[in-house]
């Protein structure tokens, strides 16, 4: 099998592939269209606009964050933390919820080693299946 088709396996059989992100496989891709990892989004400068994608693994909507939802984005090098506010979120609703996987522009917000995206723009990411299902809100 190809690398490609190993890595559908393990996660259609198991959720998880031990050898190949998902992402792995777009990123040139996704580096053609500017965009950083989740490592190099830890050295990116504070206010600077990034394009980010990946896997999205949670979802998240705290009664107390006043409609703002979380989402983690897991590309081959980490995690990438997504603030959606309210109004994008309402906007991009069906992208956000039915896609396994999201190119996202926004403001990198770096201070003390945390590392969020405040989200402008979301397109969906087609992993051609390799996205397993994130964990969400209820």
Request: hydrophobic fraction near 40%; proline fraction near 4%.
């Amino acid at each position: 099998m190809t690398r490609f088709e190993v890595t559908a396996a393990d996660l259609w059989a198991t959720g998880i592939s031990p050898g190949t992100h998902p992402v792995e496989y777009l990123r040139t891709w996704l580096t053609e269209r500017g965009a950083i990892t989740a490592a190099q989004l830890g050295q990116a400068e504070d206010g600077a606009r990034v394009w980010i994608g990946g896997a999205v693994t949670h979802r998240q909507r705290p009664a107390t964050a006043g409609g703002i939802t979380f989402f983690n984005l897991e590309d081959e090098t980490g995690m990438a933390n997504v603030l959606v506010s309210p109004g994008l979120f309402h906007r991009s609703r069906k992208v956000l919820l039915a896609t396994n996987a999201l190119l996202i522009r926004g403001i990198a917000q770096v201070t003390e080693g945390t590392c969020t995206v405040v989200a402008d723009q979301v397109r969906p990411l087609d992993l051609q299946g390799l996205a397993s299902k994130s964990r969400d809100f209820r």
